[in-house]
């Protein structure tokens, strides 16, 4: 199947720094999204990107569809203490039916 | 609206039970898609659905089964339980397949013993 890579696995930063985290891809893909996922929950959508080049904000989180179709990044600023989670990339094949997911990077935000 | 919703939320299994993780979504969503989380290697997806009486494979449906006889069910069927499927079911929905918002329910812990 296809591999999304997502980097880094794992984040220890100070409360008030910026993240940045991105996913790659061998294959195109037509959207990409980006999850949160809480210990016990189900993942909660973040942020869709539907076009090659698009930038979008939702708050203080950013995230990009990179030009060539086959990357995305994700930026969240001045980071708080309920950032804490696991952020999942994800990506849709350009056929339209199936959903690939990243393994994630685990964020801890220090006080 | 209650959004998607599953059942149970913990079932503990003996090897070669069979047994039947519940899904429904009352937001009138096209597509659904049942999905296994284990560590370390984020969320496959098991069987998709992009309507009613459509389903699909997706990348690890060995040892799964799925039917979609409405648009607000998508139950998963694990036909006879093994160790290696132990893991976390989430259960997902969209509007249609080209939308790519899609929302997932709590999770299903299931252990096999």
């Known amino acids: 199947g296809q591999q999304l890579n997502q980097s880094p696995q794992s984040m220890f930063i100070q409360e008030g720094e910026d993240v940045s985290m991105n996913c790659t891809s061998s294959?195109?893909?037509?959207?990409w999204l980006w999850y949160k996922q809480d210990p016990g929950e189900g993942p909660v959508l973040l942020i869709a990107?539907?076009?090659?080049?698009e930038l979008t904000s939702n708050g203080r989180l950013t995230a990009q569809f990179g030009i060539t179709r086959k990357d995305s990044f994700l930026n969240i600023s001045a980071s708080i203490p309920s950032d804490v989670g696991i952020y999942f990339c994800?990506?849709?094949?350009?056929?339209?039916?199936?959903?690939?997911f990243g393994t994630g990077t685990s964020l801890t935000v220090i006080p | 609206n209650a959004g998607v919703t599953q059942t149970p939320k913990f079932q503990v299994l003996k090897t070669g039970q069979s047994m039947t993780l519940q899904c429904a979504q009352d937001?009138?969503?096209?597509?659904m898609s049942w999905y296994r989380q284990d560590p370390g290697m984020g969320l496959r997806l098991i069987h998709y659905?992009?309507?009613?009486?459509?389903?699909d494979q997706g990348e690890v449906p060995n040892g799964y089964n799925v039917s979609r006889s409405t648009t607000e069910d998508f139950p998963l069927r694990l036909l006879s339980a093994a160790p290696s499927q132990t893991s976390v079911y989430f259960c997902?929905?969209?509007?249609?397949?080209?939308?790519?918002?899609?929302?997932f329910g709590p999770g299903t812990r299931l252990t096999v013993t």
């Open positions: 997902a929905s969209s509007y249609s397949r080209w939308q790519g918002e899609q929302y």
């Open positions: 294959s195109i893909f037509n959207t």
């Open positions: 990107l539907y076009k090659a080049g």
């Open positions: 994800a990506g849709l094949t350009i056929t339209g039916n199936q959903f690939y």
């Open positions: 937001m009138n969503h096209e597509y």
């Open positions: 659905s992009v309507g009613a009486g459509i389903t």
